[in-house]
């Protein structure tokens, strides 16, 4: 017998657990000429918002040891010029494709989840951006659950609210869970800093970025392990994830799939790698089913 490396999610059942991880992908669709997208178990779009945005002012990354800071600001074309001209080239690929998107308040949550097109695999809502000026990136738990609540009164399909590591990212996934969302994204980046000692100043004119890649993976392995415990609905974990090794330590702990962020930029291959790495260790361990694993690290 194969090994199965399905993932049953409450409205969605995907191929496989490993996807890339909002904004680090593009739209996906330049990558089918490069790798065989029908492995992933979705493509995650860049976040849109209702209306374009330019993004924030170069630079943009910085590379710290094992990671890196970056400072994007949501650049999109915006969400209808995404339906109009994205979106049918995207459905062609044939692959689950996730819609990720940012508000600036319950009402564009929920006015993008009334216009999510129905054939979406799900819709995912970036309730953590660090790179937007005057906001912060951790929200309180009434704000989540406004903002989640809009989205599920509009969008009958798979859900998902992707949180930052900061502030109280137990209450955040709590809230979320009860506003009706279907699993958390557990995380975006940390919010870091870079200064430039030539110019004394801060390399990013917001001066905080966020932080992701190898550096955070432990973080985020910490607070995936601490929120499968408590809330009761899937947990897709983000955050450091470069092979198949790190992908399974999620799994271990407990996430029912993982995304792949930064690995992207330095390795364009990473997401086929990665899958093709747990397999491999999955099946020397003589494993039939990944659901057989899953949380199999957790202390009871
Ligand atoms: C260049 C860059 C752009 C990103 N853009 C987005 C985005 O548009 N929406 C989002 O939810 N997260 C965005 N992220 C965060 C990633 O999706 C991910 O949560 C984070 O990088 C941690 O995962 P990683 O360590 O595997 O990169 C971005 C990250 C990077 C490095």
Request: aromatic share 8%; glycine share 10%; proline share 8%.
């Amino acid at each position: 017998m194969g090994l199965d490396l399905s993932v049953a999610l409450r409205r969605l059942r995907l191929r496989s657990p490993v996807m890339p991880a909002a904004g680090t992908f593009g739209f996906g669709e330049e990558y089918a000429e490069l790798l065989d997208l029908s492995d992933l178990g979705a493509l995650v779009t860049k976040t849109l918002t209702l209306r374009p945005r330019m993004g924030n002012p170069q630079p943009r990354l910085w590379e710290t040891p094992c990671g890196l800071l970056n400072s994007i600001g949501l650049e999109n074309p915006g969400f209808s010029a995404f339906l109009e001209e994205v979106w049918p080239r995207l459905l062609r690929l044939g692959v689950p494709v996730v819609v990720s998107v940012y508000g600036e308040g319950p009402e564009e949550y929920g006015e993008m989840a009334g216009r999510v097109p129905r054939e979406a695999a799900a819709l995912e809502l970036n309730l953590s951006c660090p790179n937007v000026p005057g906001r912060p990136a951790a929200l309180a738990p009434e704000e989540i659950r406004a903002r989640v609540g809009a989205a599920r009164a509009a969008w009958p399909g798979e859900l998902w609210a992707k949180i930052a590591p900061e502030g109280d990212y137990r209450a955040a996934a709590l809230a979320a869970a009860e506003a009706g969302a279907d699993a958390i994204v557990a995380t975006n980046t940390f919010r870091g800093l870079a200064i430039d000692v030539e110019r004394r100043a801060p390399v990013f004119a917001n001066v905080f970025a966020g932080l992701s890649g190898p550096a955070i993976k432990p973080l985020v392995l910490r607070i995936v392990y601490e929120l499968c415990g408590v809330v009761g609905i899937p947990v897709i974990a983000c955050g450091g994830i470069a092979s198949g090794r790190d992908a399974l330590e999620f799994v271990f702990a407990g996430a029912h799939a993982v995304q792949v962020g930064t690995a992207n930029f330095f390795d364009p291959w990473a997401l086929p790698r990665v899958l093709q790495e747990m397999r491999a260790i999955l099946e020397a361990q003589g494993v039939h089913r990944l659901e057989e694993v899953r949380g199999c690290a957790r202390k009871r």
